[in-house]
Each structure stands twice: as structure tokens, then as C-alpha cells.
């Protein structure tokens, strides 16, 4: 599975598990804000992914602002995992 799927896999997961509704589908404008997680749910969402992959790309990378879209939080999983 790709890193996009397992992403958007663990958001599904997460909104399941916090009882919130996730805008379908998820595209790569598709706004962090307005997706249909809440803070809290985000912080469910790292630390899920973490435990899925293996690593916090918000841990390990100097990242100055928070990303706003779906393809700037993929490409910091992804720039994190070409790290490893």
C-alpha cells in the first residue's frame, strides 16, 4: 500500500474512532481544516501513523508551519520517510 492510502486510511480510522464525518473524497487541495478532523483528532492521526510507520515527521524534521492541505501533510510523510 502507498504512503497516500495509508494516510488516508489512518484518517478514516481516527474519524471513525472520534465519531466525526471526513469529507469525501480526500484530494490534495482538500484543506487539513475542513476535512472533517479536529485537533484532536490530527493529534489521534500522527501518533496513529507514527505507530503504522514507524516514525513523526514532526519530531524529526525542522517543520516551520503546520501544513494546510492534504498534499503539503503527505509530503511531509514523505520527505520524512525518504530520510529513514
Known amino acids: 500500500m502507498n504512503l497516500e492510502q495509508q494516510i488516508k486510511d489512518a484518517m478514516q480510522q481516527v474519524a471513525e474512532l472520534s465519531d466525526c464525518q471526513l469529507v469525501e473524497p480526500i484530494e490534495a487541495n482538500t484543506l487539513l481544516l475542513e476535512c472533517g478532523l479536529d485537533s484532536l483528532g490530527y493529534a489521534m492521526l500522527v501518533a496513529q501513523l507514527e505507530e503504522d510507520l514507524g516514525f513523526d515527521p514532526f519530531t ?25
Request: glycine content about 0%; proline content about 4%.
Open 60 to 84: 524529526e524534521l525542522a517543520i516551520e508551519t503546520y501544513p494546510s492541505t492534504f498534499a503539503e501533510f503527505l509530503a511531509i510523510y514523505k520527505q520524512c520517510k525518504s530520510n529513514q
